[in-house]
């Protein structure tokens, strides 16, 4: 049985916004819809994920998702969310980025089997034939200036300035829609709320220049409890590429995901039922770690691969576990180890620091700065806080030579249970 696609948003909290009609054109049949990414980046994060879910519940039930890719107004530049003029990617940069990022949306959709299978357009189709008195007349004319400053990714932004370049990125992302109506009976536009006014736009224009009816749908912004942005963790962004974010790394996000996300990012991310969901949160209402690592295992495995999720679970009891020894640190590879390294503060030291022995208490005050000062290291060692590769340190007097570190680059050093740091020689 296909799922209800506004029911299903609604259970999961991602609906925000909606057009009056859209109930009903759902009801009729399979709806064409599509979702815009503009290649401003080189990969994908788990912020675009949000995206790539909402195509997904829309296909799996019963809909055609359309991909829009933006090698046009990639090159133009999107004013909602930003308090500033941006940065103008190279074309070369923005068509490296498409290509890649079009790689990636065949992992999450079907573009293959059925009737509704996905499919991707490169909005420079619309535009690479069109000169300027072209757009003038075809599309610039649609619209009035009181309309277009009307919307609040512009009104956000004339007191501070605003470009014509990146005024005129609702003309594009208005006529976008036009075109995937007039050329593929596209009738709904999907987003996050804040592209509620370029996406309004978009019906505007079918309204108005082909005059027939098209639907808007957005899903809130997906916020942090402590008010940090989501995809981002302290080491940065989080991709769903292995080429950026490790599959550890990306593990360690779900794990370490504040309690009071927990709720929200199951909704949004789980391609569970909302019985399983709502029997899982029951079962787990006093382990609510054994939770966020269900969510982890069907995450990983889905953007990476079983294998990788089951690689990314194991350097987690390694690096967690309590009964982890120096021996089973030595079984790693660099690779192992250097992915451990990213998802932790590290520090680089030069090779040369440990041509002769380094005191263990330079090493921690000093040279990192793991320990405030001298007398606090000391203090942390005869507290019995500190290990190195798993092995508690007995003496202050212990000194670090190059023989310590794992694949002659990795040291690992622990202060206290939850506080772990990796020395990287250079």
């Not at 259970?11 to 054109?25: N, V």
């Not at 069109?130 to 277009?148: I, Q």
């Not at 030291?349 to 005050?365: H, K, R, Y």
Request: aromatic share 10%; with cysteine.
């Amino acid at each position: 049985m296909a799922l209800n696609f506004l029911e299903e948003l609604e259970w999961r909290g991602m609906l925000q916004d909606m057009t009056p009609g859209i109930k009903e054109e759902l009801e009729k049949g399979m709806v064409t819809g599509y979702i815009g990414f503009d290649p401003t980046a080189p990969s994908l994060t788990i912020g675009n994920y949000v995206q790539i879910m909402l195509l997904t519940l829309f296909q799996r039930a019963g809909n055609k998702p359309v991909v829009l890719m933006g090698g046009a107004t990639g090159r133009i530049g999107d004013p909602s969310g930003k308090d500033k003029e941006r940065d103008l990617k190279s074309y070369e940069e923005l068509d490296s980025n498409l290509k890649y990022q079009a790689e990636l949306f065949a992992k999450f959709l079907d573009f293959e089997n059925g009737e509704n299978k996905a499919v991707m357009v490169n909005n420079y189709d619309f535009y690479k034939e069109m000169n300027a008195l072209d757009f003038l007349r075809t599309v610039g004319k649609t619209l009035t200036v009181n309309y277009m400053m009307s919307k609040e990714s512009v009104k956000n932004r004339i007191e501070r300035g605003i470009s014509f370049t990146e005024f005129s990125y609702q003309l594009l992302q208005g006529y976008d829609f036009q075109c995937l109506y007039e050329q593929m009976g596209c009738s709904l536009q999907m987003g996050g709320s804040d592209q509620w006014g370029n996406i309004t736009t978009g019906t505007e224009f079918v309204r108005r220049n082909l005059n027939g009816k098209a639907y808007a749908v957005t899903t809130p912004l997906l916020t942090k409890a402590d008010g940090s942005k989501f995809g981002k963790s302290e080491k940065g962004n989080i991709w769903i590429d292995r080429k950026f974010t490790s599959p550890y790394a990306f593990y360690q996000f779900w794990i370490d995901c504040d309690d009071r996300d927990l709720p929200k990012f199951i909704r949004y991310f789980t391609l569970k039922s909302k019985e399983e969901v709502e029997a899982l949160e029951a079962e787990y209402t006093n382990n609510i770690n054994g939770l966020k690592k269900i969510l982890a295992e069907e995450l990983t495995e889905r953007v990476y691969s079983r294998q990788e999720y089951e690689e990314a679970e194991r350097l987690t009891q390694l690096l967690w576990g309590k009964k982890t020894r120096n021996s089973d640190l030595a079984d790693l590879t660099g690779d192992q180890l250097q992915m451990i390294a990213d998802g932790l503060d590290s520090f680089s030291l030069p090779g040369n620091d440990f041509s002769e022995p380094l005191g263990v208490i330079d090493l921690l005050a000093s040279k990192t700065g793991i320990c405030a000062s001298n007398g606090d290291a000391r203090r942390a060692i005869k507290g019995n806080a500190i290990s190195i590769n798993k092995e508690k340190l007995q003496s202050h007097a212990r000194e670090i030579s190059a023989a310590d570190f794992l694949h002659d680059k990795f040291l690992l050093v622990e202060n206290g249970k939850k506080h772990k740091y990796m020395i990287v020689k250079e």
